[in-house]
């Protein structure tokens, strides 16, 4: 399906609970670093700043990363389209395609985390970056859970309807998983009805 077959079964699946031991350990340890520079209150407050940064890093990256058009004769191209966010799209309810490959997230990672810490400093980098990671794993863990799980809270129900609506309904609208912000901002939010076939054919509820 995707190129040799290491890469169909190693680099496009992942479970949830491997998100979570590899990036939990990291933010841990950059909240630590920040502890031996920072007080608490900065601690806290670098880390909400970070949290706050990834609802848009989300959104940016939904739209402009994992929807980019890949050129029809680059072979390469597809397969890193298809690798990111293409298969999640053509799987949608794939239990093992429903959070980042880890292989995606560390690379787009290691890409940020260079030039944030240039900009925020040795002190600062650690509790911010630790935030932006927080809100990643959070990211990673409600689109897991918004496709196989039934939500019982209206945040839980707003999520779940958007994001499902932006698979079968509006593929062009919709891109914020977390939160509905980013996309009132920018104009891509999109009223409809529950669209048909929705529903989760398997997966608890």
């Known amino acids: 399906?995707?190129?040799?077959?290491?890469?169909?079964?190693?680099?496009?699946?992942?479970?949830?609970?491997?998100v979570v031991a590899i990036w939990v350990p990291v933010i841990a340890w950059l909240?630590?670093?920040?502890?031996l520079a920072l007080p608490a209150a900065g601690v806290a407050a670098g880390a909400a700043a970070g949290l706050a940064a990834w609802t848009l890093l989300e959104y940016l990256?939904?739209?402009?990363?994992?929807?980019f058009e890949p050129d029809p004769g680059s072979e390469l191209q597809?397969?890193?389209?298809?690798?990111?966010?293409?298969?999640?799209?053509?799987?949608?309810?794939?239990?093992?395609r429903l959070v980042m490959p880890p292989v995606v997230s560390m690379a787009l990672g290691a890409a940020l985390a260079l030039p944030a810490r240039a900009?925020?400093?040795?002190?600062?980098?650690?509790?911010?970056?630790?935030?932006l990671l927080a809100g990643y794993l959070w990211y990673?863990?409600?689109?897991?859970?918004?496709?196989?799980?039934?939500?019982?809270?209206?945040?839980?129900r707003l999520q779940r309807r958007n994001h499902l609506l932006h698979h079968f309904?509006?593929?062009?609208?919709?891109?914020?998983?977390?939160?509905?912000?980013?996309?009132?901002?920018?104009?891509?939010?999109?009223?409809a009805p529950r669209p048909r076939g929705a529903t989760p054919s398997s997966g608890p509820r």
């Open 140 to 156: 990673d863990l409600t689109h897991y859970a918004i496709h196989h799980h039934r939500p019982r809270t209206a945040l839980g």
């Open 78 to 96: 597809r397969d890193v389209a298809w690798l990111i966010h293409g298969v999640h799209h053509d799987y949608p309810h794939d239990p093992d």
């Open 119 to 131: 900009a925020l400093g040795p002190a600062w980098f650690p509790p911010v970056f630790a935030g």
């Open 61 to 67: 990256l939904h739209r402009w990363v994992f929807h």
């Open 169 to 191: 309904g509006s593929p062009g609208r919709l891109y914020g998983v977390t939160t509905p912000l980013w996309d009132l901002v920018f104009a891509t939010h999109a009223r």
């Open 31 to 35: 909240l630590v670093r920040a502890s």
């Open 1 to 18: 399906m995707f190129g040799p077959d290491g890469v169909e079964r190693y680099l496009s699946r992942v479970k949830p609970w491997q």
